[in-house]
């Protein structure tokens, strides 16, 4: 068993101004890090995210950022109980698509396989199907979805 999941959706905006709204941590802080983000997502970068819902802010360490294509990251995998912990690999992909909307698709994995893993896998791909679905209400008509979502 391969512990891994990939979820994608359409955003009704170039390419170029998605891709700078994930990477720019104002922009990601209004729709997505609802507790801030810190730091720009370039090669090489530890950002921070924290979050209003889930307190505490994440170290994000960025392994490669390539301009309107793909932003390749690694975080500390979600498994409570885990015997050592250790990181999981999010791949943040973006494509103009031929209508002028954007396809972003967003893979992670990594997870150890055990229960737990399991568990934390399932709990990472809800989270970023609702960080797409957030990411479209707020690029295409300005509303923020995560507020008051989870908490």
Known sequence: ????FRVAGRIARPVSAVFEEVVDPQQLSRYFTTGGAKGRMETGATV???FHDFPGA???KIVEVV???RIVLKWAANEPGAAEPYDTT???AFEALDDGRT???IAEEGWRETPAGLKASYGNCEGWMQALCAM???LEH???LREGMFK
């Open 67 to 69: 301009k309107d294509s």
């Open 1 to 4: 068993m391969d512990l891994k």
């Open 90 to 92: 999010v791949t943040m």
């Open 103 to 105: 396809l972003v698709t």
């Open 142 to 144: 300005g509303i923020n």
């Open 136 to 138: 479209k209400a707020w």
């Open 58 to 60: 994440f170290p994000v």
């Open 48 to 50: 921070l995210w924290d």
